[in-house]
């Protein structure tokens, strides 16, 4: 089995835009008594208490939120239930036209009793230019290039190790 940072830049390697789906994205989630990792694995997650729920929990709705990874690797945050967000939620066309937000290492929502927090390695969080605090942001680096057009052929798996 690989190490999962086997998908990390090189030293001196300036970008976050690591191989799609890298970093092994994944949601933290908890309450009072309970406490899991989720890998987000496919591109779309259903958060849920309905049986075709990918994330399946008690106390919230059949499907009350959505995670989707888009075309630019980015996973999306879309609620279809009230919550709270760390962040402002806005329309998407990745939600269709919903509200949502573009998870970035840290985020926290909540669904009924339950909280979130998605991580993401920094080395490929497109939102930590450089390859986050660990690669130099912050320094007086340059302008990073334009993200990479992910072939369509790359986007069915994560490059990590499950």
Known sequence: MNDQRSTRP??????????WGAGAPRLIVTREDSRSEVRLKDD???IGSGADADIRLDGIGATAAEVFHDEADEYVFIPHESGETNARLRPMDTAR???GEVLRTGARFTLGDWTFVYMRDEYADHGRPYGGREGGEGSGEPAQPERPDYP??????????E
């Open 10 to 19: 090189a030293s001196g390697e300036t970008t976050t835009h690591a191989a």
């Open 44 to 46: 779309v997650t259903r």
């Open 152 to 161: 369509i052929e790359t986007k069915d798996a994560p490059t990590d190790e």
């Open 97 to 99: 036209g919903q509200d």
